[in-house]
């Protein structure tokens, strides 16, 4: 069963459960949010980007932020002020979306090959790595529409969501960040992966727009669970006390041209998961 947490967002995106709530980037109201385990919220800040955005954090607790339509990598300092950490113009302009912070302090960035929200035709997309010290460099390509990304607990596996592709990616992570040994995680038949994470079983869970749910699936492609919504699910993350909270972060989906217009149709649900988080994001 499924509960609602929050109601009243513009576009939410990229949930991150850290310092005991929360954290969502609502894309089309320019605000970073943290919500607690009771649906009180908090406007953070206000993130000077067009449209798209994605947080994590760093293993010294710095908050980073991936600014897609202006293809620079944010940190925030102490004071909340934002300053560049790296620049992801160099290795593209296309538009950046998801992100995911390892143990060890690697960044890993992907993007469209193409601009959605401007009409844009298809173009495979790419995966990038920024690493402790700032620099950048593309470390996988020929990704369909790369969404969201996890790593697991041991900081040996990259799992992406190829969304066009219809599957979940794996990666071996090289101990320079690298990646090599690409392979099909899961087939995912019909579904279409957006954001993901990880349980402590193995097993990830997607978020999926167009089909309006939230499955849990095994490596191999079996679906182990799967949570019916009323409109489309674009992100989910565990965390809550004991980890083992779901969180769902779903809109309803009219297309990008709705998107500037849209009613605030932008939700947190819950539920109850059969195993707590595991790994990165």
């Not at 310092?19 to 800040?45: F, N």
């Not at 969304?163 to 087939?187: K, M, Q």
Request: charged share 20%; with cysteine.
């Amino acid at each position: 069963m499924m509960r609602t947490l929050l109601t009243g967002l513009a576009f939410g995106e990229s949930p991150r459960w850290h310092g005991g709530r929360l954290w969502v980037a609502d894309w089309a109201a320019h605000e970073l949010l943290a919500v607690d385990s009771d649906g009180v919220s908090e406007v953070i800040m206000r993130v000077p980007t067009r449209f798209q955005f994605s947080i994590d954090w760093l293993p010294s607790g710095e908050l980073v932020i991936v600014s897609g339509a202006e293809s620079v990598l944010l940190r925030m300092e102490q004071d909340g002020s934002l300053v560049p950490r790296a620049d992801l113009g160099v290795l593209s302009r296309k538009g950046w979306n998801e992100i995911v912070v390892d143990g060890r302090g690697n960044t890993y960035v992907n993007g469209g090959g193409f601009d959605l929200m401007a009409g844009e035709e298809f173009a495979p997309g790419i995966v990038a790595l920024v690493t402790p010290d700032g620099s950048a460099r593309q470390v996988a390509d020929g990704i369909a529409f790369p969404n969201g990304m996890a790593i697991t607990p041991d900081n040996s596996t990259l799992i992406v969501a190829e969304s066009y592709a219809r599957r979940l990616t794996a990666f071996d992570i090289e101990p320079d960040g690298g990646l090599t040994n690409r392979r099909v995680w899961a087939d995912l038949g019909g579904g279409v992966p957006d954001g993901i994470c990880i349980d402590a079983d193995g097993a990830v869970w997607y978020a999926d727009v167009p089909n309006k749910r939230c499955s849990r699936v095994r490596e191999g492609g079996e679906v182990l669970q799967t949570l019916d919504l009323d409109r489309g699910a674009f992100a989910c993350m565990l965390g809550g006390e004991g980890g083992s909270t779901l969180f769902v972060v779903a809109t309803e989906w009219n297309g990008p041209d709705a998107v500037s217009d849209a009613p605030r149709t932008g939700q947190v649900l819950t539920a109850e998961a059969p195993a707590p988080h595991a790994g990165w994001p």
